[in-house]
């Protein structure tokens, strides 16, 4: 797959050492098992009333997430993808409970972030276990033509307090058509960037889902 043109690309494996992987996997089940009321500023444990941690900003509360040198690997793969300078951080980790594991919403990464930043910006996907539709994987809908665009969002679940955003019903019966299952081995990582329509299912398998997000914006 190709950024260009439809907005996402597979990076490749991005982590292939196994004990980095078992180390990762590990951390981010300690840290989601160790969060607390303190905590709550930066770790979501439902998107919408579904069970999903989303840990945002997660080297404030495990520091050590930052030493293993994947930033590193992934800001050398996509600036040669991209063809520009780009600053990478380690944005979020990601844990979807075993059996249950929370639906995420069609939505477009953009609608968060600043205007003058979209067009240079997106998101790098890191699978930490092999991932397909069993256990929520991402699925994405490409951009088949026009100028890339932020559609319309309402709040999540029809919440207005609430913390994130989904395409309006309209949207969704206008927008999601040739839905495409991003399936990736342990270690892979795929990018899109913030005009990309893009959600996952649940977690149906009997193992957490775990995932690490990067952001990519411009330098």
């Keep these: 797959m190709s950024e260009r043109g439809i907005g996402v690309a597979h ?55 930052a030493s293993t040198g994947l930033v590193e690997r992934a800001r050398d793969v996509i600036v040669g993808h991209l063809g520009r300078p780009v600053d990478v951080a380690l944005g979020m980790v990601l844990c979807k409970p075993a059996l249950h594991g929370g639906v995420v919403p069609w939505h477009q990464d953009g609608v968060y972030w600043d205007a003058a930043d979209r067009a240079g910006a997106g998101t790098i996907w890191v699978a930490l276990q092999d991932v397909d539709v069993a256990n929520g994987g991402v699925q994405f809908i490409p951009r088949r033509h026009g100028e890339p665009e932020i559609l319309e969002h309402r709040p999540l679940a029809g919440d207005p307090t609430g913390h994130g955003v989904e395409l309006t019903p309209d949207e969704v019966h206008a927008r999601v058509i040739g839905v495409v299952d991003l399936r990736l081995r342990a270690g892979e990582a795929s990018f899109h960037d913030g005009y990309v329509v893009h959600g996952s299912g649940p977690n149906t398998t009997d193992d957490a889902r775990r995932a690490l997000v990067l952001s990519v914006r411009p330098a």
């Design 11 to 65: 990076l490749g494996t991005l982590i292939d050492d196994q004990q980095e992987l078992a180390w990762l996997r590990d951390r981010v089940d300690r840290l989601v098992a160790s969060v607390s009321d303190a905590d709550q500023d930066l770790v979501r444990s439902q998107v919408g009333g579904q069970p999903l941690t989303q840990v945002l900003a997660p080297t404030r509360l495990d520091p050590e997430l």
